[in-house]
Structure formats: structure tokens, C-alpha cells
């Protein structure tokens, strides 16, 4: 019999830390960042609705 | 001439900024306890119109820190200073969605204090969206509510 494995969602978009060299790469990172956050955003939405 | 103090619509002291980058990046001088010189940078994502905003510590070699002084005792202006921007931005990029946070909770705090405050005189002018600590949905901006991120857009 198959076990079902419940994963924890213990992902944490984390901003942008420490010195980058121009714009480019901080702006890069802090992209990165945005877009993690609206991610884990919808994801904790649908979670939500799922257990509800 | 860049580094001076002036007044906003809003009536709140803005410091002057230098337009660089394009018009994507504007540079300014913090004076509080400290002078410390400061960018505010917009950059586009991957999702076209879809522009992140950082507040950055330029260093003595141009590098930039995303750790910032919060100790500087000049809030208010620098919060004014980066509405502005906005305004600017969204003007010359009417499309934009800009979306930013701070990189500490207390940072995140002042920019939801700074919105509620002005939240008449922005909502003529934009659409703001939270995007909720406790839950994570997304809504439009409400003051007194914890909200981890936000998103500006200009009205057309």
C-alpha cells in the first residue's frame, strides 16, 4: 500500500541581502524576489481553498 | 542641483533626485543624522509592465547595498521622495505595475504607514493592492492591514 506523504510548505521567498556590484544585478535579484513572493502568494491561496 | 530638500503636493519635504538609468534609477542624498547617498531603482520582469522598486545604499564604489540604515531620522522624506518617483515612473510608464516591499518587517511597515496617510490623495491617481502577510491573497489596499507586498498602478 502506497503511503501518502504530506509535504510541508516551508518555502520563504528571501529578499535580496549584501552588496551588488550595479542596478543590474540588484534589480535582477529583487525580481527574483517579486516574482517568488506573487508565487508563493497564489500557492498559499489555492492550499487555503484546498483545506477548506 | 541634487542634494537639497524640497516640497511635495503632498506637502512633505522630498529630497531632489538625480533621473538616471533611462529613467529607471533615481539617485538621491539622505541627510539625517547621517548624509547618506541613496537610488531608488525600478526594474522590469519577465511579465512585461510588471516593474519591481528597490531602495538601495549607493557605497563610496558605486556598489549598492540592499541593507539600509533605518537610523537615519529622515523617514518621512525618504518615503515622499520615493512616492514621487513613482509618480514619475508611472507618468512616463503609464502601463507600469509596480510591485515592492521592504527587506525587513520594519521596513515594510513604513510603506504601509506611508500609504494609509496619503491613501485619498493616492487612490485619485492610483490603483494600490496588498498582498496579505496572514494569508497570502492579493486585495486592494485597505489601511490597518498586514500586508507583506504592494502594487501600484497608474489610473488611465
Redesign the interface.
Known sequence: MKTQVKKTNDFKAQPPKGIYANSEELGRDMNRFLLETLLESAYNEIRSKQEQ | MLWSLQHYAMDQPVYDVKVL?DG??FDFLSIGYTATHK?I???????PF?Y???L?EV?WD??????INNSNADVKPTMATISKTIETFTAANPRAVV?F?G??DAKTRLYRIAISRDLDKFLGKYLIWG?RSD????ELFEPNQPY??FFVTSRF
Open positions: 538609468e529607471c534609477r537610488a531603482l525600478y526594474r522590469e520582469t519577465k511579465i510588471l519591481s522598486l528597490t538601495a557605497q558605486g556598489k549598492l547595498s540592499a541593507t510591485g516591499m527587506n525587513t498582498v494569508n497570502g491573497k492579493r507583506e507586498y
